[in-house]
Structures are given as structure tokens and as C-alpha cells.
């Protein structure tokens, strides 16, 4: 169940006597770390009230398409962009109807139709109603179109009648949400990721670094966690908590960083998404250096460069499968497939950190990847979390 832990979950809640165990699941997928939204219909607040669910969720509860409190009052956008899994219990007849003709006349439908992140829907409706043809046709639809079926259960309604169209207790559907982010498509493997900037001392209290704060790398050791590799990564200073089941070797230098990932080898894959100075300070100072109080002149450095650690370890006769970054300003594609060339990689990611909505520290990103024979492949702008998906799904179809 650690897989829930920092994920970013949608409950949306139907109009049916079920609602009431959506509390509970609530409660339950926030015990296990995850951060709750809930988006409630009309029909919901007529069984279970918004306080309650905001209560349990520590957020606001959603409720209206136009949001005013929201960035151009678009909140399903944002909710869309938002979530990693969003789940609907109890998931009516009529919402599963609504879905399957691609209705979008409220918040949750809409937000269905917006979003990128997984779909699970777990019905709850009369047993008779379950097994009406309509419905059948229209949950085949919407399992045809990638969105997950959980449940319904067998057992007595409220009705008094008994049979299948119980919504799924609250313990089964936070197993089943755990359940949607198990990626074992790099099961057996050794993934080694660098991640972070690397820090080149001047003297023992100033050095040379850059603005990388090490979250794609993160975001990728814990996709492939969950992808079932065993993952080992080496980051440079940074501020971020280890990914459960993941290795993590702290280094400081770029020198550093080469001998750990040396270290580590061998690997069957490799992501380099550290942002490793290229130059380093000839001579480290054993003393911090002081101005010349009777001279205006600057402070002269001698800089060499650092060694190549993408290169290093892609010339090795064991070399694994290696991804480069290429975190550029201008030309990205150009550089970005030079770079490809010089360092004999497999693929290389393009990004364009002078965009400061997905550029170094922000928790967005877009990318290009650019294989060996120079093919090119675009994800558009989302959470590096989900783009660490993408990115291993990628390569676990390249590796095969």
C-alpha cells in the first residue's frame, strides 16, 4: 500500500445510498499518504454533505464547473492536471451512461474528459440494474476505452433485493486504488539514475553549482520502483525524501558522483538526470579566500573540466542502456542530438529549462526523446511524476 503514498487522488462522488462508505475511503487513502480531492455531484450531496467530506479530506470539496475561486475559473482543468488517479464511488448507472456517450454537463464528467491521469470507476446501483443491457454495453464501452472497472460486489441493498451492484468496501477499493499504480514493466532490471546538481568548491565556503533541484530524478526512481526495477540513485545536494525501496548514495562533486555510479555498476539501465557542472575549480582553497581590501581588481579562477559521466560509463564494455538529459536554453533539439552523437547514448531527453513553468525547480516538465535514429518523441507539459512514467514506459518498449 506504500505505492499510494504521495499520490494525488480524485474521489468523485455519485448520487447513491453508497456514499456513505466514500467517507471511509476517504479516511482510508489519506492514512496511507495519499492527497484527496473530492469532487461531489448534485445527486452525492443529497445523500452525504460537502462538510463531511472536507472534513475528512483536509480540502475544500469541488462541486461546481465554473469555479470562481479558480485560475480563470477553470477548476476541472486544474483538477484534471492534477490528479495521478481519479476514482468515482459510488459510480452510478447514470454517470457510467453519462461517460460512455462522453457527456460532459458537470464537474465530474467534464473532469473525466480532461484529464490524463488513470480512471477507475466502481459501480453501485440495483441488481436488476446491473444486469440491464444498457448498462453492460456502456461499462464494456468505457473498460474498451482504458478506464478501470472495481466491482460491484454480490450481496443484500438497501433495496432488500440481493445480488451483484454493491459498491466494494472501502478496504477492497483503497487496495484497488494502491492496485493502479503497480508498474512492473521493468521487473528484474537495475535501474541506476543520477539526479541533482553536483557542487565544485572554490574554498571551504563558496562553490560552483546550478539551480537543479534533482525532482525528475526523483520522480523516475520512484516510477521505476513501481515499475518493479531495483533502483539505485546517486544525487547531488539536494532537499528531497528517499523514494521508499529505493538505494539512494549521496555525493556531492561531479568526480564524486562518477566514482558512486562506478561503483553501482553494473546496471541494465541508465538515467542520467543530474545536472553535473561541467568545470570545476583547479585548486581547492584550504581557506576561505579574502578580498584585497586595497584593490578593486576581481577574483581570478582557474576552471578544468570536470570528467563526462554519461560518456564515461556509455564506453564501458558493460555499458547498460543510457539516457542523457539535455537541459538547454536555445537549440534544444540541436544540441540535445549532438549530444546523442558525442556520448553514444541510446536516447536523450530534450527540455527547455529557459521556460520557467517547466524549467529547473518546478514540479511540471515537457520533453522531447530522441533515439538513436534521431526519431523524435514529444510529451506535452504535465507533472514530472507523470512524465516519469511515460519516460520508463518508453524505454521498457525499447529494451525488449
Not at 433485493?161 to 483503497?174: C, H, I, K, T
Not at 533541484?213 to 516510477?223: C, I, Y
Request: overall charge neutral; hydrophobic content about 45%; proline content about 4%.
Amino acid at each position: 500500500m506504500l505505492r499510494l503514498n504521495n499520490k494525488r487522488i480524485i474521489l468523485g462522488i455519485g448520487g447513491g445510498i453508497a456514499a456513505y462508505k466514500s467517507a471511509d475511503l476517504v479516511r482510508r487513502l489519506k492514512d496511507l499518504g495519499a492527497d484527496v480531492r473530492v469532487v461531489m455531484t448534485k445527486g452525492a450531496r443529497e445523500f452525504i454533505t460537502p462538510l463531511t467530506m472536507q472534513a475528512l479530506s483536509g480540502r475544500p470539496v469541488h462541486t461546481e464547473l465554473l469555479d470562481t475561486g479558480a485560475e480563470a475559473a477553470m477548476g476541472h482543468i486544474e483538477l484534471a492536471k492534477w490528479a495521478d488517479l481519479v476514482v468515482i464511488a459510488p459510480a452510478t448507472a447514470e454517470i457510467i451512461a453519462r461517460l460512455a456517450q462522453g457527456n460532459a454537463n458537470d464537474l465530474l464528467t467534464t473532469l473525466i474528459l480532461a484529464t490524463d491521469a488513470r480512471v477507475a470507476l466502481t459501480p453501485a446501483m440495483n441488481q436488476a440494474m446491473w444486469r440491464d443491457p444498457a448498462t453492460r454495453h456502456n461499462v464494456q464501452t468505457l473498460h474498451g476505452r482504458g478506464l478501470q472497472i472495481l466491482g460491484p460486489a454480490a450481496g443484500s441493498q438497501a433495496c432488500g433485493d440481493s445480488g451483484f451492484g454493491r459498491m466494494l468496501e472501502p478496504e477492497q477499493l483503497a487496495q484497488a486504488c494502491a492496485d493502479c499504480f503497480e508498474r512492473r514493466s521493468l521487473s528484474g532490471k537495475h535501474l541506476l539514475i543520477t539526479a541533482g546538481p553536483t557542487r565544485e568548491a572554490i574554498d571551504p565556503v563558496r562553490y560552483i553549482s546550478n539551480h537543479s533541484s534533482g525532482k525528475m530524478g526523483f520522480a523516475l526512481a520512484q516510477a521505476g520502483v513501481e515499475a518493479g526495477a531495483r533502483v539505485t540513485l546517486v544525487c547531488g545536494p539536494v532537499n528531497l525524501p528517499t523514494p521508499d525501496r529505493v538505494e539512494r548514495i549521496n555525493v556531492t562533486s561531479a568526480r564524486e558522483m562518477l566514482l558512486a555510479c562506478e561503483a553501482a555498476m553494473p546496471c541494465d539501465i541508465l538515467i542520467a538526470a543530474a545536472a553535473v557542472a561541467d568545470y570545476r575549480p583547479q585548486e581547492e582553497a584550504a581557506q576561505k579566500l579574502k578580498k584585497d581590501p586595497d584593490s578593486d581588481d576581481g577574483m581570478l579562477l582557474h576552471l578544468v573540466r570536470n570528467p563526462d559521466i554519461l560518456a564515461t560509463l556509455a564506453q564501458r564494455p558493460d555499458r547498460p542502456f543510457c539516457v542523457g538529459f539535455a537541459a538547454e536554453t536555445q537549440n534544444v533539439l540541436h544540441y540535445a542530438a549532438g549530444k546523442l552523437t558525442s556520448k553514444n547514448l541510446d536516447l536523450i531527453v530534450a527540455n527547455d529549462v529557459s521556460d520557467t513553468s517547466i524549467g529547473f525547480n518546478s514540479d511540471d516538465n515537457a520533453i522531447t526523446l530522441i533515439d538513436r535514429k534521431h526519431r523524435q518523441t514529444s510529451f506535452a507539459q504535465t507533472s514530472k511524476s507523470k512524465l516519469a512514467h511515460q519516460l520508463l514506459d518508453f524505454i521498457s518498449r525499447a529494451i525488449d
